[in-house]
């Protein structure tokens, strides 16, 4: 019987409740591919699940929501598949392992040009990144600010901005501001130093933010003030430790200016997926979009969280098999 690696919590708690595990090999469903995984994303939601946040999490458990490999086996079922084909999955979860086992219907074919690694760095990121800047109505000219600006998502919604002709300010701490500069951002701000707002608004002027992306869930008083006529506040992410209500002297601000506050998940959006990464594959492959990547091996998936966790790493961060 083949075997596979995959690392498995027992318990909820901090990273080191991650381990590797050698089981079976799962078996490949007659409407299923089996794919040989060569490398799989780190998210946000990981961390999440592994922290028990989750309401209907359950121990054990097995992390990993993006894969990208190659096809080993095709069920009897499938026909428009075949073994040693490049292929793509967002899935919900098991994806910290050596193989996985996704439904044919839900394999994205990988374009020549695009490696695995890459195209695991753009699934649930770079598909983020595009539909909260589409929800958003991104538009040239207009003023966009990515909080998290060094992060995964954020460096790529700072790229695809510019390339819809936004004029774009990162959000990022001191070290990143290198990375995100580089990554086409037209201003960097500080969040951690003083009067971070003030500075801003010296950027944007009185016609304020058009368009705020929000993975950082604290933004609520200063984002208030920032925002412009019309502005669209997108929020698809929130640290738990960060998360504070709405004040209320935020709120008259953004009833005077028409401001549309709305929440973000991608699982609600799996219809846009093909147009949407039939968009990011054709600026990747041109080399309009890139994505600065940090690999680990599986059997480091602890480590990984934990530099992830601490916001140690820039760009993408990837599990190797």
Not at 284 to 300: C, I, N
Request: glycine share 12%; hydrophobic share 45%; aromatic share 6%.
């Amino acid at each position: 019987m083949s075997t596979m690696k995959v690392i498995e919590g027992a318990s909820f708690g901090g990273a080191d409740v991650l381990k590797l595990k050698e089981v079976s090999s799962p078996a490949t469903g007659t409407d299923a591919l089996l794919i040989d995984v060569r490398a799989a994303g780190v998210n946000y939601l990981d961390l999440v699940t592994r922290a028990g946040f989750l309401h209907d999490a359950k121990t054990p458990f097995r992390l990993g929501f993006e894969v990208a490999g190659v096809v080993k086996e095709v069920g009897a079922g499938v026909t428009n598949w075949m073994p040693g084909d490049a292929v793509a999955a967002i899935l919900p979860g098991g994806g910290y392992a050596s193989q996985v086992v996704v439904p044919a219907s839900a394999a994205i074919p990988i374009p020549t040009g695009i490696g695995p690694s890459l195209a695991a760095a753009l699934l649930v990121q770079g598909l983020t990144a595009f539909l909260t800047l589409e929800v958003g109505k991104v538009r040239p000219g207009a003023n966009v600010l990515v909080s998290a600006a060094g992060g995964g998502v954020g460096a790529l919604a700072v790229q695809i901005a510019k390339l819809q002709g936004a004029n774009v300010i990162g959000l990022a701490s001191r070290a990143k501001h290198d990375f995100v500069r580089k990554n086409g951002a037209d201003h960097v701000v500080d969040y951690r130093s003083p009067g971070w707002s003030s500075s801003l608004r010296e950027v944007v002027g009185d016609r304020g933010v058009d368009l705020l992306l929000d993975s950082i869930g604290d933004l609520q008083t200063e984002a208030a003030g920032l925002l412009g006529t019309g502005a669209h506040w997108i929020v698809y992410g929130s640290r738990a430790e960060s998360q504070r209500p709405l004040p209320a002297e935020a709120l008259w601000p953004m009833i005077e200016k028409n401001v549309t506050l709305r929440g973000f998940n991608l699982e609600g959006c799996a219809e846009h997926f093909p147009r949407a990464l039939g968009q990011i594959f054709d600026w990747a492959t041109s080399g309009r979009l890139k994505v600065e990547t940090r690999t680990y091996p599986l059997a480091q998936a602890a480590l990984a969280h934990q530099h992830f966790e601490g916001r140690e790493t820039v760009g993408k961060v990837l599990l190797i098999p």
